[in-house]
């Protein structure tokens, strides 16, 4: 159905979108000896409502794990917080079936889902130290004569997730230059563009999420000792890669079941870098696949802390570009995918064309250096009409072939970035 445009057409509120990502050191104090002791002291007073409801978010972030790691390009990474909230205001849009399966796949509907959502941007972005995590979120809505937009959604999504909300022919370049504009903007740059290309005649709203993180490490690595050393990838091929090293220091230390790894923490004490090498022959698609909310709490409760070892970790800039549609199919989000089906009648309608979800797309990018990490993601949905005694040898540490890593906060346990490295000079 072709769309009739009318421009300036009671110009709409502002609001947009939403990601996140990771690294760190020494996550567990001494003295600690679970993560549920450190959260007791980390937590803020109006996070325990949520938290009760935080693993809906990390199950969430496995299931689509298990789906990022079917892609072909090397080093895949992911926000699943940013994928969550991006998909949870189109989740406010849905009726009947289309909502019950937004329910099933995100763990909460309605009422409890913006409150949790609600709760999870407040308290993430409550950052202390040298860190900076923000999450926005937006609404594009086309200025198509046709196209009403329910005002209750508008309002919730507005409340919920403080929601700017735009109003543009989303087929002319003018908007195609403000949405990559939001995008470069609430992700400090990291992210320059979206698209190149206009959305079709079609396109009714736009739905973004957009996440930026930096911190630095509680103990940063000396850019001096980082040098060149031999990376293994699963090919069996080799590659020389910048390795940043800490000999003789003290860190959490991870052994279990096969799996060795660290946590680094940052210097906000809220987050941390969890890296984790599977013993040698394990897929490590499979295993980041298996990267839970249990799971990873029974890494960090395996954690001994203050471990005198010898660290070496390469450093490294990972992107990528995930269409999450066929994942989110295969998680049971079909219908909203479905022009038959999808009922989003609690966003609006077109006379004549149901409103469907065209496309899920995020694109994320990651930087691991010697002062800390950098790191952004923005997620669209378009929708169309001290120190122990040393022991007498350190542990020695390398993740010089292909391990699975983890930005997590701490106080609820929710992963802002997940992802594998395969190579770290591709």
Known sequence: MKKKKTFCRACMAHCLACALFLCGCNALAPGVDTIDDLTANVAPASLQGEAAHASAVTDFSALLAAEAMKQEAENPVFSPISAYLALAMAADGAAGETLAQFGALLGASGTELD??????????????????????????????????????????????????????????????????????????????????????????????????????????????HTGEDAFTRADGETVQAAFMRAWGCYRDFIDLEGVRGTILPYDDGKTAFVVLLPEEGMDVRAFAATLDAQQLKAY???????????????????????????????????????????????????????????????????????????????????????????????????????????????????????????????
């Open 300 to 426: 960090f409760d395996a954690a001994m802390p203050q471990t005198y070892m010898d660290l070496f970790l390469p450093k490294f800039m990972v992107q990528a570009t995930f269409p999450m549609k066929d994942a989110l199919t295969s998680m049971g989000l079909t219908d909203a995918f479905d022009m038959e089906k999808a009922d989003l009648s609690a966003m609006g309608h077109v006379e004549g064309a149901p409103l469907y979800i065209g496309s899920v797309l995020q694109k994320a990018k990651l930087i691991v250096d010697e002062a800390g990490t950098e790191g952004a993601a923005v997620t669209e949905v378009a929708i169309p009409s001290g120190a122990a005694e040393p022991a007498e040898s350190p542990v020695t540490l390398r993740f010089d072939r292909p391990f699975a890593y983890a930005v997590v906060d701490l106080a609820s346990g929710v992963p802002l970035f997940l992802g594998v490295m395969e190579n770290p000079v591709a």
């Open 115 to 224: 409150a949790l959502c609600a709760g999870l941007m407040e308290n993430l972005t409550q950052t202390e130290g040298s860190t900076q995590l923000s999450i926005a979120n937006s609404i594009w809505i086309d200025s198509c004569e046709d196209l009403v937009v329910e005002e209750g959604w508008l309002s919730r999504v507005k409340a919920a997730m403080d929601a700017e909300v735009f109003s543009a022919d989303l087929s002319e370049k003018e908007a195609l230059d403000a949405v990559n504009a939001w995008v470069e903007e609430h992700t400090q740059g990291l992210i320059p563009n979206l698209r190149t290309e206009p959305y079709d005649e079609n396109m009714m709203l736009v739905l973004l999420n957009a996440l930026y993180f930096k911190a630095q490490w509680e103990n940063p690595f000396c850019a001096n």
